[in-house]
T-cell receptor, first 116, second 116 residues
């Protein structure tokens, strides 16, 4: 139980293009989803928290116009990196908490984004 | 403010040795959760354990054991008889507090390298 998937697992794009990453809870309803960014050899940095049907809450320093988050249903959240640049290259990981367990985050496998 | 410190950057052991990962946390909250996650080379974070602040009982799960001591604000993790498959980065995390409930504050992580 508590399986979270992400798609794509990796993506390479040109500078200036937009990239959408999907995060799905496969066997539970996710009331809250979180998006993290992780640089090599570093810890996870929380970017934003999203609740189904509401606007995402962004952490300080994260540009909400650049990292668009949509949590349209209880099983899907998307992160769109708009006008991506090489400095946006990173490992993006989502997590989710469910109705049955609102205190434990279950993580997706991550998406490696490379912007050329 | 909450803080999690994992002072050990990397630990190298030979298979079958025991390894203990230290985690020290800081919080002003009386109610909080502590977590351990494993991140193998594939990148996906695997949930290992959650402990709430009112439950100081130590826990054992197979070769894994955890020692929670509120008096020293520590939540240490021991792998007994390590195996090569235990090679990963292990993160300790903390959540709690009215303003940040559900959000995880991660430590820097400890890389465990188990050699045959």
């Amino acid at each position: 139980g508590a399986v979270v998937s992400q798609h794509p697992s990796w993506v390479i794009c040109k500078s200036g293009t937009s990239v959408k990453i999907e995060c799905r809870s496969l066997d539970f309803q996710a009331t809250t989803m979180f998006w993290y960014r992780q640089f090599p050899k570093q810890s996870l940095m929380l970017m934003a928290t999203s609740n189904e049907g509401s606007k995402a809450t962004y952490e300080q320093g994260v540009e909400k116009d650049k990292f668009l988050i949509n949590h349209a249903s209880l099983t899907l959240s998307t992160l769109t990196v708009t006008s991506a640049h090489p400095e946006d290259s990173s490992f993006y990981i989502c997590s989710a908490t469910g109705l049955a367990d609102t205190d434990t985050q279950y993580f997706g496998p991550g998406t490696r984004l490379t912007v050329l | 403010a909450q803080k999690v410190t994992q002072a050990q950057t990397e630990i190298s052991v030979v298979e079958k040795e025991d390894v203990t990962l230290d985690c020290v946390y800081e919080t002003r909250d009386t109610t909080y959760y502590l977590f351990w996650y494993k991140q193998p080379p594939s990148g996906e974070l695997v949930f290992l354990i959650r402990r709430n602040s009112f439950d100081e009982q130590n826990e054992i799960s197979g070769r894994y054991s955890w020692n929670f001591q509120k008096s020293t604000s520590s939540f240490n993790f021991t792998i007994t008889a390590s195996q090569v498959v235990d090679s990963a980065v292990y993160f300790c995390a903390l959540s709690g507090g009215t303003d940040s409930w559900g959000k995880l504050q991660f430590g820097a992580g400890t890389q465990v390298v188990v050699t045959p």
